[in-house]
């Protein structure tokens, strides 16, 4: 086992482990290994081309059947319908131009149909590889920029892979195999590579750990091989904890600009385990203004700066709370609004800051004059304050999603058409920079108008809701009888079990989907 060992003076040693295996099993799935010279260095690597994937196919099956199985093969992966005479010789004569020649006119689609075929029978690495770039990757790609940039992220590391040997995960995104083989004080007998990572890594710090990637071809491999090896670095047999935590932070922070973050997908002796994925439901964009928790009439807005979009409220601004601080990518927690609110209020100390900004929202809540909307805000903040922490998410009561500058009466007064269906939402929690959950109570106002039932009062509601929901929001509705026994009593709400429950079940299963634990 390769390892680079600084000592305390500085220099850097190398060493081979005596029990260390010449060829190290990464441990990845299949696509994740490394098989064939990639692309030279230059720009990031183009997509994978038709005649690249039937080349694997063939390859696959050359390597994994042998010559008079190979016709059958071909049957049963729908290569070919049946097997003719002198397949068999012909595929003794050579068992990958016996493949590829049955390939040559197969589109896209029926070449991914058969590549997925064959991977269910052979454990075909670059094959897989090849159909998670046609697949998974085809549309969405990171950058050249975002590569160099998580590149970057991995200079803060002491170690790139701890414990794990260096060459196995180098082996990931490598152009060239790197190996043991030829090991001796002068590194005589070292292929060019695994020389030049010894000479310049291991022994001499004179590449970083930028350098040493970029070397093996991290701008050039894969995004297949980019992602496997990202998801390396933060498999918890390479590092765990804080440090674990700390690379998730930094590395999607880069990655998110592009639509990509990595995410916990299971879990190995109780540490978390994760990948590289798309960000599915998401709105783009960075959220700009939030205003909410409004207590009074509603504020009138004046569009300051229209290139930054900044907005000024010129009257009733005491009756509404606008968050000014930048999101942090993590999303708004809780312990973020309460921050905010300490030095807006000036406040010594950040738990008055939680007890008081608790208060101001609590009262935006009953005002609505909701028992259900009473009941989410209270249960919220009782029962997950306490089991999240810092990692609560702010529960934002009363925001302003749509603004227009006169209100539904003033529009009927001036005989104007209504534009907007609604304009504020109940409750809005942002769990990432690009996750946007609206969660709604509907009371009898979304369906009826004058104490009616109207079927063209609520064909605007729920117009509204494909609006949102094709912007990338999250958007959950509740019944006002999902609340039987919250109610208002003595100017005082009470919470009912049967209320609480609704709402405990809710945030459980909202929270195991987008994986918000302590």
């Given at each position: ?31 994740f290994?490394?098989?064939?010279v ?16 039937r ?33 068999t ?9 016996y493949?590829?020649?049955?390939l ?92 030049d ?21 991290a ?13 390396k ?9 804080d440090?674990?935590?700390?690379l ?27 990948a590289?994925?798309?960000i ?23 569009l ?9 409220i ?18 708004l927690?809780?312990?973020d609004?309460?921050?905010?609110w ?6 010594a ?7 008081s ?5 609590k009262?935006?809540?009953?005002l ?15 029962v ?29 007064q ?19 920079s ?8 509907d ?15 609520y ?27 919250a ?13 609480k ?13 987008h994986?918000?634990?302590?």
């Amino acid at each position: 086992m390769l390892t680079k060992r600084v000592r305390h003076d500085h220099q850097v040693d190398f060493a081979l482990a005596p029990n260390a295996s010449l060829c190290s099993d990464v441990g990845y799935a299949a696509f994740f290994f490394v098989s064939g010279v990639e692309a030279l260095m230059g720009a990031p690597a183009p997509r994978i081309a038709l005649d690249t994937l039937r080349d694997r196919i063939a390859e696959g099956i050359k390597e994994s059947a042998k010559s008079y199985d190979v016709p059958a093969v071909c049957v049963r992966v729908g290569i070919q319908e049946r097997v003719e005479e002198g397949d068999t010789d012909e595929a003794f004569r050579s068992r990958k131009v016996y493949v590829k020649s049955r390939l040559m006119e197969r589109d896209q689609p029926a070449l991914l149909v058969i590549a997925i075929a064959v991977l269910k029978e052979f454990d075909v690495p670059s094959l897989a590889e090849a159909v998670s770039e046609l697949t998974v990757h085809a549309e969405h790609r990171i950058t050249e920029i975002t590569r160099r940039d998580a590149l970057k992220v991995l200079n803060r590391l002491d170690s790139l892979f701890n414990d794990v040997d260096l060459f196995e995960g180098l082996n990931i995104i490598s152009y060239e195999y790197l190996t043991y083989d030829g090991v001796d004080h002068h590194l005589n007998f070292l292929p060019a590579l695994s020389k030049d990572v010894v000479q310049h890594y291991v022994r001499n710090p004179d590449d970083s750990n930028e350098e040493v990637l970029i070397r093996c071809g991290a701008l050039t491999c894969s995004q297949t091989k980019f992602f496997a090896l990202l998801e390396k670095l933060l498999h918890p047999v390479v590092r765990r904890g804080d440090e674990q935590v700390e690379l998730v932070i930094h590395l999607n922070a880069v990655l998110r600009p592009d639509g990509f973050q990595a995410v916990v997908v299971g879990e190995q002796s109780t540490h978390p385990i994760y990948a590289v994925q798309r960000i599915g439901n998401g709105v783009a964009g960075a959220v700009k203004n939030l205003i909410f928790a409004s207590v009074g009439p509603k504020p009138e807005l004046i569009l300051r700066d229209a290139v930054s979009n900044d907005i000024e409220i010129t009257k009733h601004a005491d009756m509404c709370l606008v968050f000014d601080r930048p999101l942090p990518v993590s999303g708004l927690a809780w312990v973020d609004m309460a921050e905010w609110w300490q030095e807006r209020q000036g406040l010594a100390e950040l738990k008055s800051a939680r007890q008081s900004l608790g208060e101001r929202l609590k009262r935006s809540v009953e005002l609505s004059h909701s028992p259900g909307e009473y009941a989410i805000f209270r249960t919220y903040h009782e029962v997950f304050g306490p089991k999240l922490g810092d990692r609560l998410p702010a529960l934002i009561p009363q925001v302003y999603l749509h603004y227009d500058p006169f209100t539904q009466a003033e529009r009927m007064q001036l005989g104007k058409d209504s534009v907007l269906a609604r304009q504020r939402m109940d409750f809005l929690m942002l769990l990432d920079s690009r996750v946007r959950i609206v969660i709604e109570v509907d009371g009898q106002q979304h369906y009826a108008e004058g104490g009616r039932a109207s079927p063209a009062h609520y064909a605007m509601m729920v117009e509204e809701d494909r609006r949102l929901r094709l912007q990338g929001y999250e958007l959950y509705r509740f019944g006002g009888a999902e609340f039987p026994d919250a109610d208002k009593s003595n100017d005082r709400y009470v919470v009912g079990p049967q209320s609480k429950k609704v709402v405990i079940d809710f945030f459980e299963r909202l929270f195991d989907r987008h994986k918000v634990k302590p």
